[in-house]
């Protein structure tokens, strides 16, 4: 039997989404490359080369301190460590290159992308944004930043990667020569070196390991189609470029269901495995579909092009996730529907409550609490959803991205998700109950919570061991 309760899962999830300013047009004259290639050892060269000398080059993905244990510096007149809660590398005077040999890191990180996913199938894709740098004129100005790069100004270096390989390399949707030399934009994507074809499909290409579980393997796509056109359906668009599948298979063995992913620009990465993928089982089926489409749901948010803040306000987006892929999913499973429901939002409910008993909603990820964002985010799109005059959530949706499209830097924050509900129709005090949850500690979460599930007509209703049993889910399955 399956439990839908793994919140290591839950904390695998995150998103982060292409930068609307694009860091470089294309390659060919970029300030910055970086050489990638295996070394005999098992480790990989890392070379970046530069067109003009550096003083102080910050990782532009630092929130986890991997490196440390896994990158060592071989130049001689520069120096690379951990400071403030930053990878850095701080240069002597005229120097031009930096040469790492590193551990490729295959394990998943919190609230970031795992920076080489290894299939079974020797499949390997590597993710370009791990080599992101922001230039800094001194050690001091990355300190003061305390580990938060994104309260900088600065944009990461225009840069672009070389590797090569004697098996296919894919990068964008799209087969590429033995030699590659790609700019990286924004977040950046994955570039996939291996044997697998790109299959083509409606809604999106997918790029498969070939040791899936045949079950597995063969009911992928059609399971994939449906939640794509059923978003269609629902978002009310089709997305401009097909999206990238790309599945990585963990192998049968280990805890019974790791399922972990991300989404970039017109990419989704996910790796699965775990001994509950060896045999066909409709709870782990039910399971892995939510996975697939809590992905899929970011690539319809980011369709404009716009930005998410990674912390304080990763609850708009994971929770938005959330909320519509439960929906979904329970729509496609009859009258096991209610069940899944009760079961997700039940552990929901106890995960979010044990969050905000600690602190605000807006500080968890700080806590390194990540996962409340889906749970209290889910809690706070039903809401919201429950709030609106026109009670669907996708309309929303549509508003908060079209306000953030068309301001200069287009991005989705706290204060843009309580203007569009203020737009929408909700009242002060109901935009002052969520953001009370936002931005204060809470003295009884669950009691804070029940009420505001009460007062969106949620109708929530408890065990007598006070486990939330139910809630007047929305329904968006025809509209
Ligand atoms: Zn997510």
Redesign the pocket.
Known sequence: MMIFRTCAVFAA???SLPTASEAQSNGGNSAVTVTVAPEESGNWSVVYSFEEPQAVLAFARSSNDYREATWTLETDEARFGRVAGVDVIVFDDEVREAKFSIIPLTSSLEADYTPFVAFTDGSLAIYEGQFSLIPFDSLDDVEALEGDLEASDRDPIAMTIKVASDKKIIVDGKIAGSRLSHAIKGDGTYIYMGDSNIEPFDSFVAVLDKTLPAWLGERFDDDLEQIFSEFERRWGFKLKNKATVMLAYKGGQGQKLSATG??LDQLLMMEVGGAALNSEDPDTLSYLKWFFA??A??LFQSEKGIQFSDDESAWI??GA??TMSYSLIAASMGERGEQFLASVYSNAFDSCAAALAKGSLETVSKRGDFSAN?ACGDFIALATDGFLKRRTLYEFWDSLVDSAVSMEEPRIDADLYFTTMQLAGATGAQRRQIRRIVEDKQANPREALTKLLEDADLNPQFSAGGQLISLDWPDYSAE
């Open positions: 999830f995150f998103l991300g989404a809590h992905e749901v970011h987006h994971e996730a959330n889906y």
